[in-house]
């Protein structure tokens, strides 16, 4: 099923659409039952995370089209900002 990303920010305010971000670096590590993927878009200093049941080819300077929200997550007990993927394409 396809998701078109007008109908998922009409839905939720705190969802951000971004066009055409260039990929700095893309990793993908395993993590349980899934993999998590990893993305540094340029001009972006925080990372972006999303999970998939598979690796991807890699992402390493396409340019992509993101639907995402901030998060945060505690490493060694530090607060540290994430934004979380929700749509992720290819453009």
């Known amino acids: 099923m396809k998701s078109d990303p007008e109908s ?4 939720n305010d705190a969802l951000i659409h971004s066009d055409a971000l260039k990929v700095k670096s893309h990793a993908q590590r395993p993590q349980e039952d ?3 993927h990893t993305l540094m878009i340029e001009g972006y200093d925080v ?10 080819r890699t992402l390493r300077g396409a340019r992509v089209n993101l639907t995402y ?3 945060q ?3 060694a007990g530090i607060p540290v900002e994430i934004m979380k993927v929700v749509r ?3 453009t």
């Open 73 to 75: 997550e505690m490493v």
């Open 34 to 36: 899934w993999v998590l």
């Open 69 to 71: 929200y901030p998060s």
């Open 47 to 56: 990372p972006f995370r999303f999970k998939r049941q598979g690796k991807y």
């Open 8 to 11: 998922l920010l009409k839905n």
């Open 88 to 90: 992720v394409k290819r």
